[in-house]
């Protein structure tokens, strides 16, 4: 079974940790380089497991586009989030065996470093993929 | 016989054995199939059974029983199906299996440029390259390109569909016709080598062996066309850039730009082997756009040091490498070139002719660059907006925090910050 996992941060969040203060200071380069070292590691072992089918980190939420469709014509909206909004961030898609394998792997991110007023109260979803089987049909 | 050693052979002698099985029957489409499964079989028979006598004919004889079985279910589909079959069964006669591989190099050649094609996305003929030349499976090329299987195997499968569809015949194309197709086979490979560099939050340790592959195909392509100067100068390219890649990437993933590596990491061996290839292709001619770049990096690998690099050299070679393509990117280059060589205001005055170039001037390099070559100037005021600007519209997260460091130092009362050398990174 498939399942992804995803984490989330908000615009403001973001530029701390690239390193440019908002309501809270910039992470400091120790925080970005544990981070960086957490995530290799951690790829590293989902691909040596078999069990990371693919992996992608989202860009800065200012940079979104929204598309709306309205009366059945597309408006482009820029930027459409407030600054602490938390959005998606990046996610993993990783196959196992079962949802409580997903999930271990998933508790594993609660060892991930960053400023300790973020990691208390951090948090990732694990979903199933909707994926159809299709039934023995003789 | 191990493992690694089967796959490695059995990676050489995928494209010899397509090309054998294609010349044989046509069908690019299901030989392909059928070499895979006999890639396949071979992967888990060998390394218990031991190596056949004749691998090469083992593998053809085994994909093009595979074949004969693809062909005939295909032409049974066609007659339920009350279409007139087109498949003849026949063999097209030569070569045969236990003939020896002597239009190997040829067949690979045909097949490179079959797989990238024009009429193919650029998407497609990576993937089709990697699996029809590169004798990857699909779960692999998947994993290389960072994708799900799913979507490699459609792409493969619509292109193969797409040549089928166009009816090229597995042949040499037209010698007028074979140095734009030549072209696009580079690019592709290329391609494939950079995004063995492109990588997303966490994964930059984990495509070097992208870059491998596409040097092992540039090696490939070399040994079927060994007088080619831009086949010549893409693999000594390829192996002038990889050389760095130990020293390119800190322990946690960030890259670190040429300037501050540590080039004791740098690999001597691809070096030395990139400097004779570009060396031997460059008196042989006609210049090219790989030739130039080959030689850049050459230059650039060979300083032992930072200062002690050939910047009036390399500013020169740019300086050609804009005439042949004029493209904004190597502008760039050439004017940080240009600032090493006679200055930072003679490196701005470029910079800013770039301003009017719309496909450039909003991008994070034109702002990044103009920083650096400000901040040489001693402008700080108008740097730090620079790279302000810069970090705005940057999308990666590392060029983001790059450039947030910059910014910061630049914040920093003068004198209470180490000055680095920021230079970007023109390899």
């Known amino acids: ?138 | 016989m191990i493992a690694a050693e089967t796959e490695d052979l059995l990676r050489r002698l995928a494209p010899q054995v397509l090309g054998a099985v294609v010349r044989r029957y046509g069908n690019f489409d299901l030989a392909e199939d059928a070499t895979q499964e006999a890639l396949l079989a071979a992967s888990m028979q060998w390394p218990q059974d031991g190596l056949p006598g004749n691998p090469r004919a083992w593998l053809i004889t085994v994909a093009s029983r595979r074949l004969t079985d693809l062909l005939r279910s295909e032409q049974a589909r066609r007659q339920r199906e009350d279409t007139v079959a087109r498949w003849a069964l026949t063999e097209r006669g030569a070569p045969r299996p236990d003939a020896p591989p002597a239009g190997d190099d040829g067949d690979t050649l045909v097949l490179l440029l079959l797989c990238c094609h024009p009429s193919l996305s650029p998407a497609s003929q990576i993937a089709l390259t990697l699996r029809a030349v590169g004798g990857l499976s699909t779960a692999e090329i998947a994993r290389a390109l960072l994708g799900s299987e799913q979507t490699v195997t459609r792409r493969i499968t619509r292109a193969k569909q797409a040549i089928k569809d166009s009816g090229v015949p597995f042949a040499l194309p037209a010698p007028a016709e074979l140095e734009g197709r030549l072209n696009a086979v580079l690019r592709v490979l290329y391609l494939i080598f950079n995004e063995g560099y492109a990588s997303t939050a966490g994964t930059a340790l984990i495509r070097v062996g992208l870059a491998q592959e596409a040097i092992r195909l540039a090696r490939t392509l070399y040994a079927a066309r060994p007088d080619d100067s831009e086949v010549a100068a893409l693999l000594a390219l390829m192996l002038l850039i990889h050389a760095r890649h130990r020293a390119r990437t800190a322990p946690d993933g960030s890259l670190i730009p040429m300037a501050e590596q540590d080039r004791s990491l740098w690999d001597r061996d691809g070096i030395d082997e990139g400097i004779a290839l570009v060396t031997a292709a460059l008196p042989r001619g006609p210049i090219g756009p790989y030739q130039l770049q080959a030689a850049i990096a050459a230059v650039h690998d060979e300083a032992e040091n930072p200062e002690a690099t050939d910047w009036r050299q390399i500013a020169a070679l740019y300086d050609v490498l804009l005439r042949l393509d004029d493209n904004p990117v190597v502008a760039l280059n050439h004017a940080v070139a240009v600032s090493m060589v006679a200055g930072p205001r003679a490196g701005l005055e470029l910079v800013q002719r770039l301003g009017a170039d719309a496909r450039i001037n909003a991008d994070r390099r034109f702002h990044a660059v103009r920083g650096q070559l400000l901040e040489m100037a001693g402008d700080r005021t108008t740097a730090l907006e620079a790279y302000r600007a810069a970090a705005r519209v940057a999308t990666n997260l590392q060029q983001q925090h790059y450039l947030n460091q910059q910014i910061t130092r630049l914040q920093a009362p003068p004198g209470t910050a180490p000055h680095g050398q920021d230079l970007p990174d023109p390899g």
């Open chain 1, 1 to 138: 079974m498939k399942y992804m996992i995803l984490t989330f941060a908000s615009q403001q969040q973001y530029q701390e940790m690239v390193g440019q203060p908002s309501e809270q200071p910039a992470w400091t380069q120790e925080d970005w380089a544990a981070l960086g070292a957490f995530m290799q590691a951690f790829n590293r072992e989902l691909l040596d497991s078999g069990e990371l089918v693919e992996t992608r980190g989202l860009s800065a939420p200012v940079h979104t586009r929204r598309v709306q469709f309205k009366e059945g014509v597309p408006v482009v909206t820029d930027g459409p989030y407030a600054e602490a909004e938390e959005v998606l961030a990046g996610y993993w898609v990783v196959e196992c065996d079962s949802f409580d394998r997903a999930t271990e792997i998933t508790a594993r991110l609660a060892s991930c470093p960053g400023p300790e007023r973020l990691r208390v109260r951090a948090y990732a979803d694990v979903r199933p993929i909707d994926e159809h089987q299709p039934d023995f049909e003789g």
